[in-house]
């Protein structure tokens, strides 16, 4: 890693150099052409040596400002190379203290859980001694019992599952753990917009307002006999 770090920073720094030497390469290009324009329009075209010497000068400097372009490109694409590598490597890295952190993790739950067992049926057993005439110690055994049998049930699914979780790490194939997920951005909805009523003509010209009732709420009163 510090390796390409060292490389993009060298390669970052030739191409600041690059990018000033190719403003004063424009600079020249544009000068030279500008010359070369104003002998073809101006100057005498039977002087042969004198238009020579500036159409060399335009095309030298426009081969110039091409090789700049040239080499900025291709440092440009070392460039992007290097970062690239460089990520990948760090990703590598990253992957791996996961999954080592990981592989700690799931050692120490499964250490942990046998003397877990172990000490609720001993917890379980205490119970048992009293759960004959005492309702509460006898509801907590059971329930104790109970959540002892789904623990042992779930923890030999996700014992597995979690024993080959590092190496899925480690090869790119789950993201490492913790790492917050995108979240879809939902578009704003526009709210609707009632209608244009278009106004009767002659209504406007009599000066009479519509008035829009449509979305009004409407009461109507029933009369029920009484029996």
């Known amino acids: 890693m510090q390796e390409l770090e060292t490389t993009i920073v060298s390669l970052t720094k030739r191409g600041e150099q690059l990018v000033v030497k190719r403003f004063a390469a424009q600079a020249a290009a544009d000068k030279a052409i500008k010359a070369r324009q104003h002998a073809l329009l101006s100057a005498d075209l039977d002087d042969h040596r004198a238009l020579d010497k500036v159409q060399s000068a335009a095309a030298t400097a426009s081969l110039d400002l091409a090789a700049i372009d040239d080499a900025i490109a291709v440092l440009a694409q070392q460039k992007a190379e290097a970062e690239h590598r460089l990520a990948a490597e760090r990703e590598r890295i990253e992957r791996g203290a ?106 406007r010209e009599a000066n009479f307002t519509v008035i829009d009732r449509s979305q009004e709420a409407r009461s109507i009163e029933i009369e029920v006999p009484r029996t």
């Open 98 to 203: 996961a999954a080592e952190a990981l592989t700690d993790q799931v050692a120490a739950i499964r250490a942990a859980l046998p003397g877990y067992l172990e000490h609720s049926r001993v917890f379980v057993d205490a119970l048992s001694e009293i759960s004959l005439w005492h309702f509460e110690s006898d509801q907590i055994a059971r329930f104790a019992q109970n959540t002892m049998a789904q623990i042992e049930v779930a923890a030999n699914f996700a014992m597995s599952e979690l024993a080959a979780m590092p190496d899925a790490i480690r090869e790119g194939r789950q993201a490492i753990p913790g790492t917050p997920m995108s979240v879809p951005v939902i578009a704003p909805v526009e709210p609707a917009v009632a209608p244009l009523i278009e106004h009767n003509p002659v209504l």
